[in-house]
């Protein structure tokens, strides 16, 4: 694809949709996910519809979708200009109390640690675009640490086992073509829709006009034909 030919290109409601529809075979067959963690707000549209696929071809009718907010390019009260592109800042994680209040051993003034959704579950982060790799490293980073959290309230015997039971992988939309500011550690799963060049990509959630939108996407199509 020749994405590079163009300063920006549009992506369009439709072209994320066959992408996903495209590798969520492969996904389903080789994770099959049991829990799914977007990161918003990018990969909050990827998932949903990743979700209808995935409850369509696995037997995983209740598959849920966890919300996690992080920005690293977006201004957000209490940041430095010094901070925008350079530092991921969490603005929401998942949300726990309605899982453990169906618990009645659940502690209420004791703080929930989201762990306890990911332990022993095979757990796919999704987002919209593997830029810098910044913001998934980060995700990625601290979900692991909510697991190791959890690991402290088992019996040491059972760690190892509930650990190696809990597995992450990641799917985006589009990956770019570039060098990354981290590494997925070994063991992760890595998924994408669609390979791209170093390109600035315009997504349909950020249009102000859909229509005109869709219409500059296909003269971007035809500029590279």
């Given at each position: 694809m020749a994405e590079g030919q163009v300063k920006h290109w549009r992506v369009t409601y439709n072209d994320i949709h066959n992408l996903i529809r495209g590798v969520t075979p492969k996904l389903a067959q080789d994770f099959n996910p049991d829990l799914m963690v977007a990161i918003g707000g990018g990969g909050f549209f990827p998932a949903r519809v990743?979700?209808?696929?995935?409850?369509?071809?696995?037997?995983?009718?209740?598959?849920?979708?966890?919300?996690?907010?992080?920005?690293?390019?977006?201004?957000?009260?209490?940041?430095?200009?010094?901070?925008?592109?350079?530092?991921v800042v969490r603005t929401q994680w998942m949300w726990v109390f309605d899982f453990f209040l169906q618990d009645s051993s659940f502690d209420v003034n004791r703080s929930p640690n989201p762990g306890k959704l990911l332990l022993g579950k095979r757990v796919l982060i999704v987002d919209e675009v593997d830029d810098t790799r910044k913001t998934l490293g980060y995700a990625l980073t601290e979900l692991r640490k909510d697991v190791e959290e959890e690991l402290t309230d088992h019996p040491e015997s059972e760690r190892e086992t509930l650990r190696a039971a809990t597995k992450f992988a990641i799917f985006v939309v589009h990956n770019k073509a570039k060098p990354k500011l981290a590494e997925l550690p070994e063991g992760i799963s890595y998924y994408a829709g669609e390979e791209v060049d170093d390109v600035w990509l315009d997504y349909p959630w950020e249009a102000m006009d859909i229509t005109e939108h869709d219409r500059l996407a296909a003269e971007d199509r035809k500029s590279v034909a």
């Open positions: 990743m979700r209808t696929f995935l409850r369509e071809i696995t037997e995983n009718k209740a598959l849920q979708i966890q919300a996690i907010g992080l920005s690293l390019y977006e201004p957000l009260p209490g940041t430095s200009q010094q901070q925008i592109g350079k530092e």
